[in-house]
């Protein structure tokens, strides 16, 4: 099973509104990503844990706040977005982040459709 | 700058024809990965390669990474309309110290008319 699941599938939100999104896998990975991706790009880099600690923070504005409340649940809530978050948010992880090459297979969730108005 | 360079970005052919898609780059990678996407849902891994020279693959996709792992190819055998999607190659340049990085390329739209 590499299965990655995301809630919820879309999202519209106000600018002044606060919501979460949640990502959650259950094969034991030890490294769980965020990535934002605009339509026809790939995706880009957001936040990486890794054995449940923050490891690489994009310099994401303070209006995306990441959470790893264990090794498997990953969430991203936001703050006071702007229309230009508008993008599908997409969680992955990985086995075994930074060591031997299988274990640097990301495995991606469905992804989450955010508008932002 | 894009480390990995995908290619074509667009590709629009005929069902039953065959098609290459070349991701290249200056480094070295110790893996790469290959997915391919449809319109607002996420990546799905197709393959990782990790073996200079090594070549997988999966029923009509054939998956080649390069002798140096600096580069590899997507060919796909008689494309059929269910393989429409954006192709996207992604690479991880160091273990460890990069950890958790996959370098993406920019993609291949890959559109197979009936």
């Known amino acids: 099973d590499t299965e990655v699941t995301q809630t919820p599938k879309h999202l519209v939100m106000g600018m002044t509104n606060k919501k979460s999104l949640k990502c959650e896998q259950h094969?034991?990975?030890?490294?769980m990503y965020w990535y934002k991706q605009k339509a026809k790009k790939p995706p880009e880099l957001m936040f990486v844990?890794?054995?449940?600690?923050?490891?690489i923070n994009e310099s994401v504005p303070s209006r995306f706040s990441p959470e790893c409340p264990n090794s498997s649940l990953l969430n991203l809530h936001l703050h006071a977005l702007q229309p230009e978050d508008s993008a599908l948010y997409l969680c992955?992880?990985?086995?075994?982040?930074?060591?031997?090459?299988?274990?640097?297979?990301?495995?991606f969730g469905p992804g989450t459709r955010l508008l932002v108005l | 700058t894009q480390l990995l360079e995908q290619s074509p970005q667009f590709l629009s052919i005929q069902e039953g024809e065959n098609l290459t898609v070349y991701c290249n780059s200056s480094?070295?990678?110790?893996?790469l990965q290959w997915y391919r996407q449809e319109p607002g849902e996420g990546p799905v891994l197709l393959v990782t390669?990790?073996?200079?020279?090594e070549v997988k693959k999966l029923k009509r996709l054939t998956f080649q990474f390069g002798d140096a792992r600096k580069d590899s190819s997507l060919h796909i055998t008689a494309a059929q309309p269910g393989d429409t999607g954006l192709y996207l190659c992604?690479?991880?340049?160091?273990?460890?110290?990069?950890?958790?990085?996959?370098?993406f390329g920019r993609g291949t739209q890959l559109t197979v008319w009936p």
């Open positions: 094969m034991g990975h030890r490294a």
């Open positions: 390669v990790v073996t200079g020279g």
């Open positions: 480094s070295v990678f110790s893996s």
């Open positions: 992604a690479g991880a340049t160091e273990r460890g110290s990069t950890l958790g990085r996959l370098y």
């Open positions: 992955a992880s990985s086995p075994l982040p930074g060591q031997a090459t299988e274990g640097e297979t990301q495995y």
């Open positions: 844990y890794s054995y449940e600690k923050l490891s």
